[in-house]
């Protein structure tokens, strides 16, 4: 005889807390990657931009492998009803939006390890990271493209993501969105 294990109505509060980090920090990447590409700045200004934003995309690494361990530990709350269609469609863009999440801190730790300036990744200055390989302006200039193209697909994936959301929220009205929130299922917080 199996017992059923019983559904919490909403998302546990570490994994909405790691959600919503993770989106501030994709934010805070954003303008930072916009501010390091301005080259009128000194170099001082520029290597500490890129130190935090190093420092920030490892963060964010950290918190995408702590909240798909959490996701095997912790119940997931009871499903929407919705098609089968929709189901997929919803599983393919969380999967593309966790490989974006991992694929970008590596895909940046491998171009500046493989940069033909070898500048260390301090980590908030605390300690060094190593870098996994040596220069060479191939691998640098293959993991700068792909860094760019697995932002472009995070974006992309995120913009999807996020119009799901909001129909979940504005059209069916299914309180998708509480779940995804801090606090009781229900408690019209959203």
């Given at each position: 005889m199996t017992t059923a294990v019983a559904r919490p109505p909403g998302?546990?509060?570490?994994?909405v807390a790691l959600h919503w980090l993770t989106v501030a920090l994709i934010a805070v990447q954003y303008?930072?990657?916009r501010l390091m590409g301005d080259e009128s700045r000194d170099l001082l200004g520029r290597f500490v931009l890129y130190q935090w934003h190093k420092s920030i995309g490892l963060?964010?690494?950290?918190?995408?492998?702590?909240?798909?361990?959490?996701?095997?530990?912790?119940?997931?709350p009871e499903p929407l009803p919705a098609s089968v269609w929709l189901?997929?469609?919803?599983?393919?863009?969380?999967?593309?939006l966790y490989l974006?999440?991992?694929?970008?801190?590596?895909?940046?730790?491998?171009?500046?390890?493989?940069?033909?300036?070898?500048?260390?990744?301090?980590?908030?200055?605390?300690?060094s990271v190593?870098?996994?390989?040596?220069?060479?302006?191939?691998?640098?200039e293959l993991m700068r493209g792909l860094h760019g193209l697995v932002f472009d697909s995070l974006v992309a994936l995120g913009l999807v993501?996020?119009?799901?959301?909001?129909?979940h929220q504005f059209v069916w009205r299914d309180g998708l969105l509480r779940r995804m929130w801090f606090g009781r299922e229900g408690s019209g917080a959203l």
């Open positions: 998302w546990h509060p570490a994994l303008g930072l990657s963060t964010v690494a950290l918190f995408v492998v702590m909240r798909l361990s959490l996701r095997l530990a912790i119940p997931d189901r997929r469609a919803a599983l393919a863009v969380h999967a593309g974006c999440l991992l694929a970008l801190p590596v895909t940046g730790l491998l171009m500046v390890s493989a940069a033909p300036i070898q500048i260390p990744t301090l980590y908030f200055g605390w300690f190593p870098h996994p390989i040596g220069p060479d302006k191939a691998t640098y993501h996020l119009g799901a959301a909001l129909v």
